[in-house]
C-alpha cells in the first residue's frame, strides 16, 4: 500500500462521552488552532513540551495560537524519563496557578509519551481534571501512547505506577515532525509499531519485513501509523480500563519494564526494553510450545532489520522481583501475553516460575 503526497486520515475512539477524533496529517501542527477550537470554546492554552521538541516545535505551536486570539504559555521541560516524576508534579501545578488557569481552558501535551503521560495525568488531577490535547511529536508516541487515555508518572519502585484513565479531547498526529527524530528515537518508536504486528496482524509485520530502508518506511508512514492506531483504538474501546483485551498491548512489556528499571531508565529506551522483552518472551514461550516454534526467530529478523537489541545481557533472574511487581499481575497470578504466532496474541496465565 503506497501512500504518497498530502494524505488526510481522520480516526474515531468511540468511548460514548469520553470519544475523541485521532487526526493524522501533514503539517497539521501549522493549523493546530483551528483543530483545537472544534473541541474547545475557550481561550486560555497551557502547553507542556520539552527542551528537544521545543527547539523544533516549541514557538511554531505558540505563534499559532497567539496568532489566532488564543491566551497562550508555554512551559519547557528537561527531556527524559526522569521528568515523568512526581517530583515534577509541584512544578508543573505551580506554573499552571501562576496562569490562572481553569477548569475552562486547555493543557497541550507536546511531545513524546513523557511529555503526554505527565501532561495527561496533570490535566487528569489539576482542579480534579481539565481538558487536555495530545500532540505526540515520537514515532512511539504517536503509534501508541497518545492513544487510549493511559495517563501517568512513575515511582523509585517502578514505571507507571501512579496514574489515570484520562482521555484527551483529540489527538493531532503530524507524520512530518519524525524527520526531526534521531535514527535511536525512530527504532525505538518501530518497536511498538512491530508489537501491533505481532499482537493483531501478521499481514502488517511482513510488510514491515518487507520495507527495504528507513526512507520505504517514511514513505508509507501514514499507513503505519494509521494501521496502529486502528488497532488500538479497535482494542480501547473494547476494554478501556485494561482488565481483559487490552492487556495484549502490553506484548513484550512485562520483561520490557523491568529491563528499564534494572538499568535506572539509562542504558535502554522503552522501545529497546520492548524490543528484548518480545524477543525473550517468545523464545520462553515456544519452550513450553504455547508459541509456534519459529516465531522468535522472526522477531529477531525484524528487530535486526530496525536495528533492535533482542538479546537480555543479565540473567532474567534478576529481574523477577521488578516483574512480580507489574501492574499486569492480578493476585498471585502473573499475567503474561504470549503469541500463538505472529499476528495472533492471547494473556496466558502463570506465575514467576515461568521465567526461570
Avoid at 480516526?11 to 493549523?31: Q, W
Avoid at 504486528?197 to 499481514?203: A, P, S, W
Avoid at 538499568?263 to 508459541?291: F, L, P, Q, R
Avoid at 545481557?313 to 512480580?324: A, C, M, Q, R, S
Wanted: aromatic share 10%.
Amino acid at each position: 500500500m503506497q501512500l504518497e503526497g498530502k494524505f488526510k486520515l481522520k480516526l474515531e475512539v468511540n468511548l460514548k462521552e469520553n470519544s475523541y477524533s485521532i487526526n493524522i496529517e501533514k503539517d497539521i501542527l501549522n493549523k493546530i488552532s483551528e483543530k483545537i477550537r472544534e473541541v474547545f470554546k475557550g481561550d486560555k492554552v497551557f502547553i507542556i513540551t520539552d527542551r528537544i521538541v521545543d527547539k523544533y516545535y516549541g514557538d511554531k505551536v505558540l505563534n499559532n495560537l497567539l496568532e489566532a486570539g488564543y491566551k497562550a504559555k508555554k512551559l519547557v521541560l528537561k527531556e527524559g524519563e526522569a521528568t515523568k516524576s512526581f517530583n515534577t508534579l509541584p512544578l508543573v501545578y505551580d506554573e499552571l496557578l501562576n496562569f490562572k488557569f481553569t477548569r475552562s481552558d486547555l493543557i497541550i501535551a507536546l511531545g513524546g509519551g513523557v511529555i503526554g503521560d505527565l501532561a495527561g495525568f496533570i490535566a487528569s488531577t489539576y482542579l480534579r481534571g481539565v481538558p487536555f490535547v495530545q500532540c505526540p511529536t515520537t514515532l512511539l508516541a504517536q503509534v501508541d501512547s497518545s492513544v487510549g487515555g493511559k495517563v501517568g508518572v512513575d515511582l523509585d519502585k517502578g514505571k507507571n505506577l501512579v496514574g489515570s484513565f484520562y482521555h484527551p479531547k483529540k489527538v493531532l498526529i503530524d507524520p512530518i515532525v519524525l524527520e526531526t527524530l534521531t535514527d535511536r528515537v525512530f527504532s525505538d518508536g518501530m518497536a511498538e509499531v512491530i508489537k501491533y504486528g505481532c499482537i493483531k496482524d501478521r499481514q502488517f509485520f511482513y510488510k514491515l519485513l518487507n520495507y527495504k530502508n528507513k526512507e520505504d518506511v517514511m514513505h508509507n508512514i501514514e499507513y503505519i501509523i494509521h494501521t496502529c492506531c486502528k488497532i488500538k483504538a479497535q482494542v480501547v474501546e473494547k476494554d478501556e480500563k485494561d482488565t481483559g483485551e487490552r492487556m495484549l498491548l502490553n506484548f513484550g512489556h512485562t520483561i520490557g519494564h523491568a529491563i528499564e528499571q534494572y538499568y535506572n531508565y539509562d542504558k535502554y529506551t522503552h522501545g529497546e526494553a520492548v524490543a528484548i522483552g518480545m524477543y525473550i518472551i517468545s523464545k520462553i514461550s515456544e519452550k513450553y510450545t504455547i508459541t509456534k516454534e519459529g516465531t522468535s526467530e522472526a522477531i529477531k529478523e525484524i528487530l535486526i532489520k530496525y536495528k533492535l537489541p533482542y538479546n537480555l545481557d543479565i540473567d532474567i533472574k534478576e529481574l523477577i522481583k521488578t516483574i512480580e511487581l507489574d501492574k499486569k499481575n492480578l493476585g498471585k497470578t502473573l499475567n503474561i501475553i504470549a503469541l500463538k504466532e505472529i499476528g495472533e496474541s492471547f494473556i496466558y496465565k502463570t506465575k514467576k516460575e515461568f521465567f526461570l
